[in-house]
């Protein structure tokens, strides 16, 4: 194992936490806005119904 594999493999660990934690946030961000959107959705039913 050469010197470079001390520097290069915690880079590209970290590179790839960091991306998981951006594409995690994205995906959860969207899941919530969905659940509002369908939240809305249901109380306009109940709403157009009663």
Known sequence: MTTTHIFFIP????VGAI????Q???ML???QEEQ???E???A???AESA
């Open 40 to 42: 809305a959705r249901k």
């Open 24 to 26: 995690g946030r994205k």
């Open 36 to 38: 509002r959107a369908a």
């Open 11 to 14: 880079a590209m660990l970290l």
């Open 29 to 31: 961000l969207a899941e």
């Open 44 to 46: 306009a039913r109940r």
């Open 19 to 22: 991306a998981g934690w951006v």
